[in-house]
């Protein structure tokens, strides 16, 4: 099944620098390339993405995670992707591994770059679970016409 994703390399993954063989991983995976960006995360988009874990005990930390706060991190910029082709969703997730970067095995991209530190889990990269997450994360990162067809 034809269908898009997003994909995000959080502020944690840009400081270590990893984000160059995030993309080259994510390249080899024989999608298309239809919408990237350098964007700065804001608490209100945060709380847009992550609305599914409204009322969870560690949305708190998810945000400020994602805002840089956990690893000093001064700027809050996440690069965000969409990708589209066969199976998209599905090969992404392959690719970067379970959500839980000790659970993910070790040659995904969140088992190799990702941790658990102080209790918070920081796993580098985000990619839609759904073709409707991806739908809704799509529209809330790019806007229509920054998105080839």
Known sequence: MKERTLI?????????RLSGIIIDRIERLDL???AAKV???TRDL?????????????LENVIDFMLGKYNGIDD???YAFVYAGEDAIAKVRAEIGATNPEAALACTIRGAFGRIKDGIMQN?????GT??????????WFRPEE???
């Not at 073709?131 to 809330?140: K, M, N, S, V």
């Open 8 to 16: 995000l390399i959080k502020p944690d993954a840009i400081s270590k």
């Open 32 to 34: 298309d390339m239809k």
């Open 39 to 41: 964007a700065v995360l």
């Open 46 to 58: 945060a709380l847009r993405h992550y609305e599914n874990l409204k009322g969870a005990p560690y």
């Open 76 to 78: 809050s910029r996440i």
């Open 124 to 128: 580098c990269v985000h990619a839609s």
């Open 131 to 140: 073709p409707q997450d991806a739908e809704r994360e799509i529209t809330l």
């Open 147 to 149: 998105v080839l067809k």
